[in-house]
C-alpha cells in the first residue's frame, strides 16, 4: 500500500459541490488500495474575509487571537469532507492541527512547524481510515495556543504530514494543473513544467509564484518528499491513482536536479509585486553608514531585499536604495526617521509601486550571459532597471509595477519559454 497525502487548496473546496469532487479523487485512491491522509485549506475567499472581519475588530490586534479566527476556515472544510466521505462509504475522520498535534514555534501568524507526531495518524490510516486534517494551523505547546503558519500555510501542513508518514508521494491540488514557466494567468504562453529541481522551485516560490507556500518547498527539499502539483480541476476518474514507483506525466513534480534530464538555462519567471522601494538621499560616504543604516532595520525584524548604493559624485555624499516588504515599508520608515541623526542624511524617499522579476534557471550556473541578454531585452522595451540582486541560479531586477507585465512576457519570450 502507498501512503498518499493530497491536499485541497481554497477553489478545490469553493462549496460543497466542488467538495464532493474533492471526494471522488480522494476515493479514487482508496479504492486503489492506497492510504490517505487529506489536508484541505479553507472554502475559496473565506480566509480573506476572517482576516478583513479582525482588521476591522482593530489594526492593532493580539496575534494569538488572529490565529484562533482565521484557523476556524479550515475546521470547516475538514468536518464538510469528512462527512461527504462518509456519505460515499469511505470511512474517515477529521482531525485538527491541535488533535495531532501540529506542534508549531510562537511566531503567531506565521509559525513554523517544529514537530508533527505521526504514529497515532498512521494506525488510523492502516486501519483503512482516510484523515482528513486542517491546513494552516498548529499548535503552540507551551501556551496551549492555536498558530497559523502564514497565507498560503496549507501547503507546508501537507508537507509536515507527508514527512511525518513517510508518505509515499505528497500530491497538492489546485486549480491549475502543475507548475508553469510562469504564472499562466500573467502569460497565456507559459508551459507546464513536467519537473522542476526543488532548488528552482524554492527560488520561484520565495520570489512570488504563489502556486506553492516557500516553507513547503524547503520542508520538501530537506526531506526529500516527492511532491506533486496538479489539478483538482479534471475528472476524478480521467486520473489513474498513485502506484509507488510509477510516472505518469501529471501535473509537475518537485524533485532532486539529478532527474531532470533536459536542464533548460532559464526554467522560469517570477513577479513579486509585495516590494516597496526606499531611497536615502544624501548620506556620508564613508566606512560605517551602511551598518548605522541597517542595523536598526535589523533589529526592527525588517527584512531588506535589493541594495544599491549609487556612486558618488563629489566624494562624500551618496544615495542609498533598497527594498523591503511593502507591508513593512511604514514601519521601515519610522526607523529610519528615528535614526536620522546617528545616520545622517538629507531626506527619504519611498514608492510601493515597484515590482520585482526574476529569472530563475539551475542552467545559469554554467551559462554566462544570461543577465547581459537580460539587461538588454528590457532596455529594448524602454525598461528601466531600480536595483539588482543576483544568485547562483536566478537574476532579480526592480521595475516601476506599470511594465510588470511587459517585463515578464518579454523575458518569456527571450528565453524560449513560450509555448508553440
Ligand atoms: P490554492 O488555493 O490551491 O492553494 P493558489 O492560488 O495558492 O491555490 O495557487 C495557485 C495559483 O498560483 C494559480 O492559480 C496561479 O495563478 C498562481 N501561479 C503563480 N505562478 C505560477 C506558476 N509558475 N505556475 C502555476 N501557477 C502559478
Ligand atoms: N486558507 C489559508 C490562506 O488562505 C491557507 C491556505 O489556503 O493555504 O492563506
Ligand atoms: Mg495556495
Redesign the pocket.
Known sequence: MAIVVMKF?GTSVANVERIRNVARHVKREVDAGNGVAVVV?AMAGATNQLVAWVREASLLHDSREYDAIVASGEQVTAGLLAIVLQSMGVPARSWQGWQIPILTDKAHGAARIMDVPGDKLRERIDAGEVAVITGFQGIEPEHNRIATLGR?G??TSAVAVAVALKADICDIY?DVDGVYTTDPRIVPKARRLSKISYEEMLEMASLGS?VL?TRSVELAMVHRVRTRVLSSFVAPDAMPPVRPGEQTDIGTIVCDEDEIVEQQVVSGIAYAKDEAKVTILKVADKPGIAARVFGPLAEANINVDMIVQNLSADGRHTDMTFTVQASELPRALQVLKSARDDIGYFDLNSSADVVKVSVIGIGMRSHAGVAASMFKALADKGINILAISTSEIKISVLIDAAYAELAVRTLHSLYGLDAE
Open positions: 487548496g485549506s498560503g496549507s501547503d489546485t504563489k507556500q
